[in-house]
């Protein structure tokens, strides 16, 4: 059984920032990746952030630069820092191993960023 819960959306004012965390159990190990994706309204989920054991990040191009991923293996955490907020951010974020599977979707996190 594999379990992942995401934490730490909410609704933040554009330019604000974020930290979403997701703690993960079952059988994820230090190998695998870990990412962040997210789903907008009417939109095909897509890959936020993701990094793989050796350290190696990728981001997604509307992120760079703003969204940080970084993980502790000893905590089984893996936390996205969000910064500069814009209102094409807003979305439910999820967890997931990288590549995902997709059995493993949580219940995902709501960012929603509006003045």
């Known amino acids: 059984q594999v379990q992942l819960v995401e934490s730490g959306g909410g609704l933040v004012q554009p330019g604000g920032s974020l930290r979403l965390s997701c703690v993960y159990s079952?059988?994820?190990?230090?190998?695998?990746?870990m990412g962040w994706f997210r789903q907008a309204p009417g939109k095909e989920r897509e890959l936020v952030a993701g990094t793989i054991s050796t350290g190696i990040t990728k981001y997604g191009d509307a992120v760079k630069g703003r969204f940080t991923i970084s993980r502790d293996n000893a905590k089984n955490t893996v936390t996205l820092q969000l910064n500069s907020l814009k209102p094409e951010d807003t979305a439910i974020y999820y967890c997931?191993?990288?590549?995902?599977?997709?059995?493993?979707w949580g219940q995902g996190t709501q960012v929603t960023v509006s003045s």
């Open positions: 997931n191993t990288y590549p995902a599977i997709n059995g493993y």
């Open positions: 079952g059988r994820i190990f230090v190998h695998n990746g």
